[in-house]
């Protein structure tokens, strides 16, 4: 099993900054791509940012210029550094992983989700 757990999440004023961080755990052999997905109440989930095994990265275009995704691969942990909030970032953030384990399942695994809340 593999387990994903996010946090850094909260109440933050349009402007602001948080940072999310996500920590892989369990029966892990490799990690391949990484990413943060959200959804608002009344919309499907998207994706916000990925980060393959080698540090490529991908973002959507509304976050673009204001969102950094990092990871640390020795630590199996990814980041989502996130400026200059808007309303409209508010949504629950999720935490993905395309993880082999060492049983040698390949799939896609998820946390259980951080709310971020823009609003002054």
């Known amino acids: 099993q593999v387990q994903l757990v996010e946090s850094g999440g909260g109440l933050v004023q349009p402007g602001g900054s948080l940072t999310l961080s996500c920590a892989a755990s369990?029966?892990?052999?490799?990690?391949?791509?990484m990413g943060w997905y959200r959804q608002a109440p009344g919309k499907q989930r998207e994706l916000v940012a990925s980060?393959?095994?080698?540090?490529?990265?991908n973002y959507a275009d509304s976050v673009k210029g204001r969102f950094t995704i990092s990871r640390d691969n020795a630590k199996n942990m990814v980041y989502l550094q996130m400026n200059s909030l808007k309303s409209e970032d508010t949504a629950v953030y999720y935490c993905?992983?395309?993880?082999?384990?060492?049983?040698?399942?390949?799939?896609?695994?998820w946390g259980q989700g951080t709310q971020v809340t823009v609003s002054s």
């Open positions: 369990g029966s892990i052999g490799s990690i391949y791509a």
């Open positions: 993905n992983a395309h993880v082999v384990t060492t049983g040698g399942y390949r799939g896609d695994y």
């Open positions: 980060i393959t095994g080698l540090s490529s990265t």
